[in-house]
T-cell receptor
């Protein structure tokens, strides 16, 4: 079975632009989470979605938004890009919703560079 | 607020020797703890988890972790290191709602032949 797939793998944008990152979870997984990993640091939680509803939100500005589709895929949108948004953006999926403490399975990420 | 700490930025070990990667946590309520490994230009791979039960948890690729409630630690161990174990290792904990993983800063493991 395919794992978590993310697209694109790399992206270069300039300050002030907007970007959309995409994620397809493992087949059968209904929960999708997004993380930001700045170089040299651990991943930071951005959002979790389950059944198209936001179930958790990390400490990120409103420039960050996400949504989940009926097929459980998800998009992360970032507006008004800043240099500090340069990072590896990771998507993770899990079988069950919140409170079940399931392992999350990660994609290989989208490397976003802001010039 | 909960937190996860990995006190060592890098751990060096010779191939064949035992390895330990340290992790301490601060959470309210019961801890739900994980170890992940990250290879260059890749996402995170799940190694093992502690939810409840035995304090020694066995995981993938020969790794195990020891949960110590009194020391609030969850150290990753392997009896005999391989060069291929060289990677970035992350310890993580779920919050009480189970919807957010908090990660430590990561420890780079270097296994030398």
């Amino acid at each position: 079975d395919a794992g978590v797939t993310q697209s694109p793998t790399h992206l270069i944008k300039t300050r002030g632009q907007q970007v959309t990152l995409r994620c397809s979870p493992i087949s059968g997984h209904k929960s999708v989470s997004w993380y930001q990993q700045v170089l040299g640091q651990g991943p930071q939680f951005i959002f979790q979605y389950y059944e198209k509803e936001e179930r958790g939100r990390g400490n990120f500005p409103d420039r960050f938004s996400a949504r989940q589709f009926p097929n459980y895929s998800s998009e992360l949108n970032v507006n008004a890009l800043l240099l500090g948004d340069s990072a590896l953006y990771l998507c993770a999926s899990s079988l069950l919703p919140t409170g079940n403490y399931q392992p999350q399975h990660f994609g290989d990420g989208t490397r976003l560079s802001i010039l | 607020a909960q937190s996860v700490a990995q006190p060592e930025d890098q751990v060096n070990v010779a191939e064949g020797n035992p390895l330990t990667v340290k992790c301490t946590y601060s959470v309210s309520g019961n801890p739900y703890l994980f170890w992940y490994v990250q290879y260059p230009n890749r996402g995170l791979q799940f190694l093992l988890k502690y939810i409840t039960g035995d304090n020694l948890v066995k995981g993938s690729y020969g790794f195990e972790a020891e949960f110590n409630k009194s020391q609030t630690s969850f150290h990753l161990k392997k009896p005999s290191a391989l060069v291929s174990d060289s990677a970035l290792y992350f310890c993580a904990a779920y919050n009480n709602a189970g919807n957010m993983l908090t990660f430590g800063g990561g420890t780079r493991l270097m296994v030398k032949p």
